[in-house]
């Protein structure tokens, strides 16, 4: 068996803080992407979560840079 086929797919929202992933893919439309690539946040990325709150924004470490994420949006960033 693959040991990749073992990592999950999640949301961004389920991830606990001090945890790095890889951004898999962005489920919105254009606006929405257009958005998270300004962001620094596009499939491929590495990306560290610094504070999650239930139903509340997502700060993560991109780069160098923390960029804040409303709750509805970051649930929509599928990661492994």
Do not use: W
Not at 42 to 52: D, F
Not at 60 to 69: H, L, P, W, Y
């Amino acid at each position: 068996m693959n040991h990749l086929n073992l990592i999950k797919e999640k949301p961004l929202t389920d991830i606990k803080p001090g945890t790095k992933v890889k951004v898999l893919k962005l489920l919105g439309g254009e606006r929405f992407k257009d958005k998270l690539l300004c962001m620094g946040i596009l499939p491929g990325h590495e990306v560290e979560i610094l504070s999650s709150q239930r139903k509340g924004p997502v700060v993560v470490k991109v780069n160098d840079t923390r960029v804040v994420i409303g709750y509805s949006m970051a649930d929509r960033i599928i990661v492994q």
